[in-house]
């Protein structure tokens, strides 16, 4: 089959991976329909963090081509989305909600296992990892907001009520990347009052305000604090929620966040210095870490059915899998938000 495969940073091409077949009882062959970009690829993109030749690619949604025969809860033709985490839901971490952390789990894409940027996935454990949809004939702007289920919207929501986003709160988001944007619209879905996202990108700023946020401020760094302290009469946001993972993203988001507060923090680390001091002696609490997305796609998939939320207008690059090295350059010079990868097979899987 055709797939994206990472030969290092900034080389990522088309080329040929087996077809995915079932090994195990538990496993499934999902074909996929939608694959995308994260935020996180560009990370080994980039090479500020290390990633094995091969597979690569962690968000997708598609059809189920065939189950083994332990699976149950699926059939061959279902419109699944795939959790960009893979997880058996009966080890402790998944009872406790953590199924990023399962035991027996793992990530698609990293290299070896079949990656979301490819035209099909071996999906492990596949009835505990994969979410039916229900209905059929899905718009594109549905389908496009399932797919954003997979992580980027997932994520959102873990920084939101990581930080203990409440009804009637005010909340501030610092990074305007997709994650950000997930998390503006996770926050107001979650009843906050006042929404403060940082952004300077006139397109972000447009889709931070459709998805909720009642205040847009370009200040980054000392003057991001200032700014915020301001509007908030010293006082400080109720929940400051970090999506980008950078050393200054960190400070602004402890240095707006009100004493008794929490931090919400999903992005990936690069550079952060401890943040102990700051969170003893200020009272500010500090959570979050790998979203757990196969806990919270059944939360929200009836929202993005019912029209409530659409998460997927995150996608503003489409491509096809052909060009998927335009999709990530997109992305990496900051001329788009996410990249959705429409993947068409070219061929009759078997």
């Keep these: 089959m ?4 990472f030969n290092g940073p900034h080389s990522i091409q088309v080329g040929q991976r087996p077809d995915p077949a079932v090994s195990a009882p538990t496993d499934a062959v999902v074909r996929v ?12 993109y980039r090479g500020e963090t290390p990633h094995a030749k091969g597979s690569i690619g962690h968000e ?22 795939a959790p960009f ?19 027996a789990g793992g990530a698609f894409g990293d290299g070896n296992i079949d990656g979301g940027q490819g035209e099909a996935v071996r999906v492990p454990l596949a009835g505990s990892t994969l979410v039916v949809v229900p209905g059929s004939g899905h718009s594109d702007e549905m389908m496009r907001s399932l797919l954003a289920l997979s992580d980027v919207m997932c994520t959102g929501h873990h920084a939101a009520v990581s930080a203990d986003v409440k009804s009637g709160g005010v909340v501030a988001v610092v990074g305007d990347g997709a994650v950000g944007l997930s998390a503006v619209l996770a926050a107001h879905r979650l009843g906050a009052a006042r929404i403060i996202a940082l952004s300077r990108n006139p397109a972000r700023q447009e889709v ?7 205040d847009i401020l370009a200040e980054r760094g000392e003057a991001a604090i200032e700014a915020i302290l301001e509007l908030t009469d010293g ?11 950078t050393a200054q993203s960190m400070a602004t988001a402890l240095g707006i966040a009100r004493p008794g507060s929490v931090v919400g923090v999903v992005g990936v680390p690069h550079g952060i210095e401890n943040p102990m001091e700051t969170v003893i002696f200020r009272n500010i609490g500090l959570r979050g870490g ?26 503003d690059y489409e491509t096809d899998l052909d060009h998927i090295a335009d999709a990530y350059a997109a992305m990496d010079e900051r001329r788009a938000i996410k990249s959705l990868i429409r993947i068409e097979t070219k061929e009759k899987r078997r």
Excluded: M
């Design 33 to 44: 329909v939608l694959g995308c970009v994260c935020g996180s690829d560009l990370w080994y």
């Design 235 to 245: 006082v400080g946001v109720d929940a400051a929620l970090e999506c980008v993972g």
């Design 60 to 81: 997708f949604i598609g059809l189920v081509e065939e189950v083994g025969a332990d699976v149950r809860g699926l059939t061959v033709g279902d419109l699944v989305i």
């Design 85 to 103: 985490k893979y997880c058996d839901g009966t080890c402790p971490h998944c009872r406790a909600g953590v199924s990023s952390q399962c035991v």
């Design 208 to 214: 931070a305000r459709a998805f909720g946020a009642t």
């Design 290 to 315: 790998v979203a757990p997305a196969r806990t919270y796609i059944p939360e929200l998939l009836p929202d993005v059915l019912a029209g409530r939320i659409n998460p997927g207008r995150v996608f």
């Design 2 to 5: 055709r797939a994206a495969i």
